[in-house]
């Protein structure tokens, strides 16, 4: 069992930067897939990015070129450019190596319990 705790979620502004973190219980990721999703009030939790155990990186096209998922024993999840439409609750999400998908919240074995990003306007 994997206990993910992630950390970094606050109030920011648009605009702003933020850095959210996610470490293991484990103590590292690296054998690890792991994503970043994020859950809205009234809404679906949805993919937005993940990195792979070889380091290939993908991302939703909703956050492509302003979010950078990253990884050395934790992984991140560095936000720039933030506007109000990526407040939600960002969650940590791993699995071991496998041939599953990468998007869906099903694809993971092992989450952390949530940090809350609040973008104002």
């Known amino acids: 069992q994997v206990q993910l705790v992630e950390s ?5 502004q648009a605009g702003d930067s933020l850095r959210l973190s996610c ?6 990721l690296r054998s690890y897939a792991t ?4 859950q809205a009030p ?19 096209d909703s956050v492509k070129g302003r979010f950078t998922i990253s990884r050395d024993n934790v992984v991140y999840l560095q936000m720039n450019s933030v506007n109000p439409e990526d407040t939600a609750v960002y969650y940590c ?7 599953r998908d990468l998007v869906r919240p099903s694809d993971y074995d092992y ?11």
Not at 23 to 28: E, M, Q, V
Not at 43 to 60: L, Q
């Open 35 to 38: 994503a970043w999703f994020r």
């Open 42 to 60: 009234g809404k679906e939790r949805e993919f937005v990015a993940a990195i792979k155990w070889n380091g290939r990186t993908y991302y939703a």
């Open 111 to 121: 989450w952390g319990q949530g940090t809350q990003v609040t973008v104002s306007s």
């Open 93 to 99: 999400a791993a699995r071991p190596v496998s041939n």
């Open 8 to 12: 970094g979620g606050g109030l920011v």
């Open 23 to 28: 470490a293991a219980s484990s103590g590292t």
